[in-house]
């Protein structure tokens, strides 16, 4: 038993090493889209904001997801990262901020 945990434990630490960058990079992942998708869905779309935030919900919650309707931005926070878009106009739609 102890040399099966073992092995699993050792091939989780492997798959851990492979998948590294993509693991590094999902914290920003999820505010991005939540801003990005958030702004497109209010402001693209002409969406209700309850409408809006339902439909960028995730299985893992945001700790802000915040609209500032007279700018036309939206900043949203997860997993310790925060990401703004903004509407650059009918044609543009919505972008991430750097």
């Known amino acids: ?12 630490l492997a798959w851990a ?3 590294r960058q993509a693991l590094a ?4 992942i999820l505010s ?3 801003a990005k998708e958030y ?3 209010r402001f693209v ?19 802000l997801l915040e609209e500032d309707s007279a700018r036309r931005l939206v900043s949203a926070e997860g997993l310790g990262q925060r990401n703004q878009a903004a509407w650059q ?5 919505c972008r991430l901020l750097p």
């Open 1 to 12: 038993m102890k040399r099966l945990l073992l092995v699993l434990v050792l091939a989780l």
């Open 17 to 19: 090493w492979h998948e």
């Open 25 to 28: 990079d999902f914290p920003g």
């Open 32 to 34: 991005a889209y939540s």
């Open 39 to 41: 702004c497109s869905c």
């Open 45 to 63: 779309m002409g969406f209700t904001a309850a409408y809006c935030r339902g439909y960028v919900e995730q299985y893992l919650p945001l700790g």
């Open 89 to 93: 106009g009918a044609r543009a739609g």
